[in-house]
């Protein structure tokens, strides 16, 4: 997830940071208030969105610039050195397109699984109750896909297609990966 790449660039170069969990819906107005304060010119056309580091008086969102951020200011060798930025930018980028497609068929899978609901309440209601706040549980979930854009035309077929192609990439880039490398471009950092 977006969230889990920033803290892995944060907790790389050993930068301090409080993990506050973001509750969809109930969190926005803390979060765009957040993202006003970061914002050159207030903000108002970006979507409020995690992962979104506050570092004194700087405001940093995206993954990305949360990584990029830690380079400047971590004291580790940098996550993505000036002669590797493009490539690591666009493996980024890629991830992105991958972790979006598949929001999209989660959340799509989850108003379609009254299972999957009661599941996404079970740390606001005993399992008993579940069943009772399912209603809550879908206009949550409505409102995470309208938020992200994803409409009724949004199908499976459409995401399945967006992650093929690129996770047949990633897989022809690891196989080509010399000595059994870990690591998609040879090394870490």
Aim: aromatic fraction near 4%.
């Amino acid at each position: 997830s977006w969230s889990e790449r920033a803290r892995w660039a944060l907790d790389h170069h050993r930068l301090p940071y409080q993990p506050v969990e973001h509750m969809p819906m109930l969190g926005e107005r803390r979060l765009r208030r957040l993202m006003k304060r970061g914002a050159p010119g207030g903000g108002e056309d970006r979507k409020a969105t995690v992962p979104l580091l506050v570092a004194g008086d700087v405001v940093v969102t995206e993954s990305w610039n949360i990584a990029r951020h830690a380079d400047r200011t971590g004291k580790a060798a940098a996550l993505i050195p000036p002669d590797r930025e493009a490539a690591i930018g666009e493996w980024s980028e890629l991830g992105d397109r991958m972790n979006r497609s598949i929001r999209a068929l989660v959340l799509r899978a989850m108003l379609a699984s009254p299972a999957a609901l009661d599941e996404s309440t079970a740390g606001i209601a005993p399992r008993p109750l579940r069943p009772l706040v399912r209603p809550m549980a879908r206009i949550g979930v409505g409102y995470l896909a309208r938020k992200r854009g994803l409409g009724a035309g949004d199908d499976e077929a459409r995401h399945e297609s967006l992650l093929v192609p690129i996770l047949d990439r990633l897989r022809g880039a690891l196989a080509a990966l010399p000595g059994g490398s870990p690591y998609l471009l040879g090394q870490f950092g």
